[in-house]
């Protein structure tokens, strides 16, 4: 018997099909609601990452993976448009956005970044990210409002300041993959990085500041002011939401270094930075905040209690939930461009389109980005010694791409709340297609046309000592800023590494134990070298003694060579050797053939030479004064020196 149904209920389809035989089942294929979603979803993650190999096989560089991946959305699209299953069943709810997608990107982000380049470039990287994003939020949104009356649903200021807030924030994934390859200089790439991941979360705030302002029933005097507490609280209080529960998570794995516990180390990670976003959510503050920066700090201080394996399978593992996430976000990209814009899910199409509120945006969002970087980089040449070059500023103004983040914000938009969600989705799904598919694929091309300057270390590995001492002109460029009289830096930089050795004292296991194990090796390795150093120099005194001897004739030469040869290389026999002069000559010889492959074998060891003795008659002058006792006070005055210096810099 053999059952078989299909259901289409509310644009879900659900597929039963089932043989039995004497009323047990023996085969069957149930797909339900959510199955079906799950199944769609692994089948589009497959088939994008066979088409991103191909990319990497067929070394296809100057088209975006971003770009592909909407191109596969695309057509996924007008299937399931085909197959008449309803965008509500591909993308169940909008939290979906904000719960699930979005968190672990920025977090990604915030535990990758560089922290040491970032702090050298952090003026200009907040001017960019914070500065030029408000600006670019409030000037778009004004001059969208201005143009109000031409669009086909209205818009007041606060509705105006959302879209500009939303279509303000950048996304140069596919400009950072290129820069890789490129291997661009790194001011622009660290410059370029962290912009794009405080630009992310200062869009997000604004979004939602202006988002409640809309809410408001009334613009009154005092909106402004509630508006600037209320971006305060939320910005710092995400900040420290993050510090603290940064700070929590590195102190619990301060406990995980013995037994098997340190499997435990990823997840205290992952549950850590997660609950850092929900809590904060809970308490009304910025959750994206809260995320980037505890994934900037427990990666400053978790990195230095947790395993070596649990380090890597962490890095890896946010990589690819992070890469995963932006994948299905430029998915749905496509798929909703299909539904949205050709009217796939019965919508009214002709009312979505809004040509004005199409090349208005596009008119000021390209013009502006390219007013905000070179006015904002002309303001940072007062405080930067090498400011960065008008090259370097056109490819960081051509490369401000809108993606993922910006098609989040606006599909997350409710009609309730947002009278123009479909023109504002309309348009947003146009910028992102034009940035990516025009600015994207050209960016190379630019880069090659403008010669901007490539990286001087071109992935060279690091040398002991930049990997000894990371930081070693620190102190240098500190004296001279106090030296030019810049007291303000030395006095912030002071601060904040004040703050940071106080945390590490609280959460970091076994703090500078690495420094310490290092000089205690360095102090046994001197000392063998001193104890090898002495024996040599009495070494050669004995030999210079044996040489006396064997030329002297009244001396018996069996008997000495029987007590000076106790390694054996004169094996002759004793009683095989006649007593005469010129066996006596003989010996003498090998005797001093012997001295010479000794002296010589042991030179090109002695890196530590005691100095004035060249030759076994040196070590013989030198001998009556260079006793163990002597010697060794002689050499441990360059060992507590080398000592010294070791203690002062940990």
């Known amino acids: 018997q053999t059952v078989m149904s299909l259901l289409l209920t509310g644009g879900e389809l659900t597929v039963q099909l089932e043989v039995v035989v004497d009323n047990i089942l023996i085969l069957g294929i149930h797909i339900g609601a959510v199955s079906q979603v799950l199944l769609i979803v692994m089948a589009l993650l497959i088939v994008t990452t066979i088409f991103r190999l191909l990319l990497h096989f067929l070394e296809i560089a100057f088209i975006p993976e971003s770009a592909i991946v909407i191109l596969i959305g695309c057509v996924t699209g007008f299937i399931l448009w085909g197959a008449t299953v309803g965008l509500d069943t591909i993308i169940p709810t909008l939290d979906l956005f904000f719960l699930v997608l979005i968190p672990p990107i920025i977090f990604e982000a915030g535990y990758h970044l560089d922290k040491t380049a970032f702090m050298h470039n952090i003026r200009i990287i907040l001017l960019l990210a914070v500065v030029g994003t408000g600006l670019a939020a409030a000037i778009t949104g004004l001059l969208i409002w201005a143009a109000a009356p031409l669009y086909k649903e209205s818009m007041d200021v606060a509705e105006a300041l959302v879209y500009g807030s939303l279509i303000s924030a950048v996304d140069p994934v596919a400009v950072l993959a290129i820069f890789d390859e490129v291997h661009v200089n790194e001011t622009l790439n660290i410059v370029v990085f962290g912009e794009s991941v405080l630009n992310d979360a200062v869009s997000i705030v604004f979004y939602n500041l202006f988002l409640d302002l809309s809410r408001a029933p009334s613009f009154t005097a005092a909106v402004p002011f509630l508006g600037l507490l209320r971006f305060t609280y939320v910005s710092f209080g995400g900040a420290i939401m993050g510090l603290l529960f940064a700070l929590g998570g590195s102190f619990l794995t301060k406990f995980t270094g013995h037994g098997e516990t340190h499997l435990l180390e990823t997840l205290i990670l992952l549950i850590t930075g997660y609950a850092s976003y929900l809590v904060s959510e809970v308490f009304l503050m910025s959750g994206i905040i809260a995320i980037l920066f505890c994934g900037i700090l427990l990666q400053r201080y978790a990195e230095s209690n947790i395993h070596r394996k649990s380090r890597t399978t962490f890095k890896y593992m946010i990589k690819i939930i992070a890469s995963t996430m932006d994948v299905i976000i430029f998915l749905m990209l496509g798929i909703v461009t299909v539904y949205h814009c050709f009217g796939a899910d019965g919508g009214d199409v002709d009312a979505r389109w809004d040509p004005a509120l199409i090349c208005l945006t596009l008119a000021i969002i390209l013009p502006l980005r390219f007013f905000l970087v070179f006015s904002l980089s002309w303001l940072s040449k007062f405080w930067r010694i090498k400011p960065l070059g008008y090259r370097d500023q056109f490819i960081m103004a051509y490369g401000g791409l809108r993606g993922a983040i910006a098609f989040a914000l606006a599909f997350a938009l409710e009609a309730e709340d947002y009278p123009a969600r479909d023109i504002v989705i309309t348009a947003t799904l146009v910028v992102v297609w034009f940035t990516v598919f025009i600015q ?155 001295l010479q492959s000794s002296h010589q074998r042991a030179r090109p060891r002695n890196r530590f030479a005691v100095p004035g003795a060249e030759s076994v008659a040196d070590y013989s002058a030198l001998a009556p004064v260079r006793r163990r006792p002597a010697a060794a006070a002689a050499l441990a005055v360059d060992t507590n020196d080398f000592e010294m210096r070791l203690d002062g810099n940990y």
Do not use: C, W
């Not at 004040?498 to 703090?511: I, K, N, Q, T, W």
């Not at 310490?516 to 001193?530: A, P, T």
């Not at 001897?549 to 054996?568: F, I, Q, S, W, Y």
């Not at 004793?574 to 001093?592: I, M």
């Open 440 to 594: 994207g694929t050209t960016i190379k091309p630019l880069l090659n046309l403008l010669n901007v300057r490539r990286s001087t270390t071109l992935d060279r590995p690091l040398s002991i000592m930049e990997r000894a001492i990371p930081n070693s002109f620190d102190p240098i460029k500190d004296a001279i800023r106090r030296i030019a009289g810049n007291y303000q830096a030395g006095t912030v930089t002071k601060f904040f590494l004040a703050m940071d050795r106080f945390f590490a004292s609280l959460v970091v296991r076994g703090l500078y134990s690495e420094e310490k194990q290092l000089v205690q090796s360095m102090r046994r390795l001197r000392k063998h070298e001193i104890n090898r150093q002495l024996d040599e120099v009495e070494e050669a005194q004995r030999m210079e003694v044996f040489r006396q001897d064997l030329a002297n004739p009244k001396v018996n030469l069996h008997r000495v060579m029987a007590e000076r040869d106790p390694v054996g290389v004169m094996s002759t026999p004793l009683d095989l050797v006649p007593e005469t002069a010129s066996d006596d000559e003989q010996v003498v010889e090998e005797g001093l053939r012997f």
